[in-house]
């Protein structure tokens, strides 16, 4: 056992993992099932890290899509953008819709 590492590994270019970083994985059973279970230690500051510096992949990605089919990559990013805001919309209209039937039920005429 005295091959085992505890410090950072040198891998290609400046990457460098950090084997203390590793998370302990919890097993359990379940009936039949042997369920095993990451115990990833929360650690904000690398994700937001990771996600830093994968901005230039995607980026590339969306770079490389938008170069094959410019209007369908336009088109397929306007309907993310309305799909994600049709529920907002969806609940402004059906709230504005229940309270001119309210409105009428209590009153007796339609009111703006």
Request: with cysteine; proline share 5%; hydrophobic share 40%.
């Amino acid at each position: 056992m005295s091959n085992v590492k505890t410090g950072p590994v040198q891998l290609s270019g400046d990457e460098k993992i950090d084997q203390r970083d590793n998370p302990s994985i919890e097993e359990l059973k379940l009936g039949l099932w042997n369920m095993k279970i990451e115990n990833a230690p929360n650690n904000t500051s690398r994700l937001v890290q990771d996600i830093i510096s994968s901005y230039p992949t995607f980026k590339r990605l969306a770079q490389d899509i938008y170069c094959l089919d410019p209007p369908l990559f336009l088109l397929v990013v306007l309907g993310q953008l309305f799909g994600g805001i049709q529920d907002a919309l969806l609940m402004y209209f059906s709230s504005s819709l229940l309270k001119t039937v309210r409105r009428f039920i209590s009153h007796g005429e339609m009111c703006q």
